[in-house]
């Protein structure tokens, strides 16, 4: 019987090994492979997506996991939450989302923390995205900005003043990528409105009416079981001890956005949750990104009806109710604009539906919040809403609850950062933090 040579076997199993090879890299999902889609949009490998870790999942959290998660540009690898179960009911619907949406691939391994400063010794953690409650914003970005993280946090972006100009500092400092998440910048209606008022097509603004809620009020709500699971000491981090209510944190049972925010502890009421989206859309029309107002002038039941901020040239600003909920409204000496979500009303009408062209003055372009930070990342490059655009929106709401608790009008210095001639004042631009977890401000 006439051997068979090494070689033609040699052979042969290569040509079939090929084949399977060949046939293999066909079916190869294109994610995977980088590339372009039909419709002209990128795929990102796996190898090149951004890594990005979360800290606080609750509603917010769980809502941002997805958005990113969505881009197609990261990988969601690890999530850091003080509760449980809130930690749990994030991973379980990024599992739905991967499930129900093949094109993004597979979920990997995500590491689960309670103590975030465990997930900031990775290495391979690129990004975190805050999304804690107020009082923990500058705790977080700041350690976050040491270990060399770019960061994605959750508006208003700190709680007082003091705070919010260390979190630029420590940005600066670590040459990091900041995006505050007031992701207003990226809808059309409200870009469309500002560069209308950038261009003075409703002639010189004289007034700018915002209506939001109402500013916080002191923590007084009874003590409760602290449920299992929650680390209670670890959600007050920087603050004095408190006592639990599930208006804070509440179940997973319950799908809603928690009260802390109402609390002055925690955060600033309506007026900065709210402010730090309409009083942005106002400062960013009014070209005011890194400034503000020069007074806060109280209502007086006279001359004065609604709290009013006064730019220095002359602009005001009102924090005021009228028809629209949460929106703003341009008041120029040649036209008005309302804008809200979804809203826009224009006068004269034409406005609405005008197009700007290369002679109108354009502002910074993105319709995808986050995505758009992933393009600062990748260019090391300043995102639509960098940190100290963050800084100087959140600064307007907490001058103004500052306002509303002195009951007294207030000169402001926008360069300095301080009162004139105001101790008092002065004292509540930043707040005590305990030991553990305080920064230098």
């Known amino acids: 019987m006439k051997k068979k040579s090494i070689t033609s076997v040699s052979r042969r199993a290569f040509v079939r090994t090929s084949a399977q090879l060949l046939g293999g890299f066909f079916i190869v999902p294109r994610y995977v492979l980088g590339g372009q889609q039909p419709n002209g949009v990128r795929y990102i490998a796996p190898s090149d997506r951004i890594q990005v870790g979360i800290i606080g999942s609750g509603k917010q959290g769980r809502f941002l996991a997805a958005q990113f998660a969505q881009t197609g540009e990261s990988n969601i690898v690890a999530i850091s939450e003080v509760y449980q179960a809130k930690a749990q009911l994030t991973l379980d619907s990024l599992k739905k989302l991967y499930a129900k949406k093949t094109e993004l691939g597979l979920l990997g391994e995500i590491a689960m923390y309670t ?81 209308l008022v950038r261009n003075g097509y409703i002639g010189d603004i004289q007034k700018v009416r915002v209506n939001i809620g109402a500013p916080p009020i002191p923590y007084t709500l009874p003590a409760q079981p602290i449920p299992e699971g929650l680390d209670w000491n670890l959600w007050l981090g920087p603050n004095d001890p408190s006592p639990f209510n599930e208006e804070l944190a509440p179940p997973v049972s319950k799908d809603v956005f928690p009260n802390w925010r109402l609390y002055k502890e925690f955060g600033g009421g309506m007026v900065t949750d709210w402010g730090a989206h309409m009083f942005d859309i106002a400062q960013w029309a009014l070209d005011m990104d890194e400034s503000g107002p020069v007074a806060f002038k109280v209502p007086d039941g006279k001359d004065i009806m609604n709290l009013t901020m006064e730019y220095s040239n002359g602009t005001q600003m009102t924090h005021e109710k009228w028809e629209w909920g949460n929106a703003v409204h341009f008041i120029g000496s040649a036209g008005e604009i309302k804008v809200g979500r979804g809203q826009l009303e224009t006068s004269p009408v034409q406005l609405k539906k005008y197009v700007m062209t290369d002679k109108d003055k354009r502002v910074y372009y993105s319709n995808d919040h986050y995505k758009d930070f992933f393009q600062a990342m990748r260019k090391r490059s300043r995102p639509l809403s960098d940190v100290e655009t963050g800084h100087r929106t959140a600064s307007v709401c907490n001058i103004a609850n500052i306002a509303y608790q002195l009951n007294r009008n207030l000169a402001w210095d926008p360069v300095k950062e301080k009162f004139n001639q105001d101790d008092e004042a002065n004292q509540l631009l930043g707040r005590p933090m305990n030991n553990e977890w305080k920064i230098k401000l």
């Open 115 to 195: 103590d975030f400063r465990e997930m900031l010794q990775r290495k391979d953690v690129d990004a975190v995205i805050i999304a804690t409650p107020d009082h923990w914003h500058a705790a977080a970005a700041v350690r976050a900005a040491e270990a060399g993280k770019d960061i994605y946090c959750e508006k208003p972006m700190a709680l007082s003043v003091k705070e919010g100009r260390a979190m630029v500092k420590a940005t600066r400092k670590y040459n990091r990528v900041f995006q505050t998440g007031n992701m207003q910048r990226s809808w059309n209606e409200f870009r469309h409105a500002v560069e």
